[in-house]
């Protein structure tokens, strides 16, 4: 069974920040790439950014660049994405997923209000 648990999110007033975390079990982390996705109501969910096995390759779509930062510690077996500037639009559902396993964490709540 392969396992992703997500933390972190919450509740942040427009231009403030916050980290997400995610940890695998069941499968050897350091191996696959992670992604991480967001769905805000009413929409589909959509990529926000990628981080290689290795750490070393990164991807962000255009709406977070600048903003977010995609990382890796392969010793902990655990993904990070930390936002910084949050937007009223920012607000969503967001979920870290290793794509070649199909397997997604539960997903945790990052809603920006003022």
């Known amino acids: 069974q392969f396992y992703l648990v997500q933390s972190g999110g919450g509740l942040v007033q427009p231009g403030g920040s916050l980290r997400l975390s995610c940890s695998a079990s069941?499968?050897?982390?350091?191996?696959?790439?992670v992604s991480w996705y967001r769905q805000a109501l009413g929409n589909e969910r959509e990529l926000v950014a990628s981080?290689?096995?290795?750490?070393?390759?990164?991807h962000y779509e255009d709406f977070v660049k600048g903003r977010f930062t995609v990382s890796r510690d392969n010793d902990k077996n655990t993904a990070y994405l930390q936002m910084n500037s949050l937007q009223f639009d920012d607000t969503a559902v967001y979920f870290c997923?290793?794509?070649?396993?199909?397997?997604w964490g539960q997903g945790t709540q990052v809603t920006v209000s003022s």
């Open positions: 997923t290793v794509p070649t396993l199909a397997t």
């Open positions: 069941g499968f050897v982390f350091g191996r696959y790439l």
């Open positions: 981080i290689s096995s290795s750490g070393e390759t990164v």
